[in-house]
């Protein structure tokens, strides 16, 4: 069984999640993607989160329709900091050793993944499927290889569309009033009116 991992703080979830999650699927044939909403993330513990109640319930509402799609709520269960790696070993007891994982990333968090918690330990457990993100540059392969040995074969590179969407961008219009149709499934833009997300 091959199982996508999508992890993120999905705060809101958006139209640019879903796109890389079902093109990343269906190019490595994947039997699920398992969306995984980050607890308490270390590498944006200087800003304020929606409360995780609120964000798996809109990543519920959003993967509804996909039976492909499943959340995992694993993170939510661990006090503390949510480290990858900790989140993926807890995966990979739970799922077992026959199973393939398969963790997605941009591009500009594939180039951060030197400063991540045990990051040889984590290319050991599962296959990175980077994915590019609009308005980033190439991957500078070579330093990274230099950070991680042996990170460029486990790599996998998965063109999808390049939908310019971003969670932070969607805060900023629900704060200015403004509309957020087509950027969001109907369902999570109804979910933030009716709670007053990001107001």
């Known amino acids: 069984m091959k199982i996508g991992l999508l992890g993120g703080t999905f705060d809101p979830i958006h139209m640019g999640h879903l796109v890389i999650a079902e093109e990343v699927r269906l190019k490595l044939a994947l039997d699920e993607v398992l969306f995984i909403p980050a607890g308490q993330p270390w590498l944006k513990s200087e800003r304020r989160v929606a409360p995780g109640e609120h964000r798996l319930e809109m990543l519920k509402l959003a993967i509804g329709s996909n039976p492909h799609f499943k959340v ?57 499927v980077a994915v590019r993100r609009p308005g980033y540059a190439e991957l500078d392969w070579r330093s990274l290889e230099q950070a991680i040995p042996g990170v460029s074969s486990r790599v996998v590179v998965v063109d999808v569309p390049q939908v310019d969407i971003s969670s932070t961008q969607i805060r900023e219009q629900v704060a200015k009033g403004l509309s957020i149709r087509y950027l969001v499934p109907e369902a999570v833009e109804a979910y933030i009116l009716k709670h007053r997300l990001y107001t």
């Open 72 to 128: 995992s709520t694993i993170e939510f269960e661990r006090p503390g900091p949510s480290y990858t790696v900790d989140t993926i070993a807890a995966l990979r007891d739970e799922l077992g050793a026959e199973v393939e994982l398969y963790f997605i990333v941009g591009f500009d968090t594939l180039a951060e993944l030197p400063i991540w918690k045990e990051p040889s330990r984590l290319l050991g457990m599962c296959h990175i």
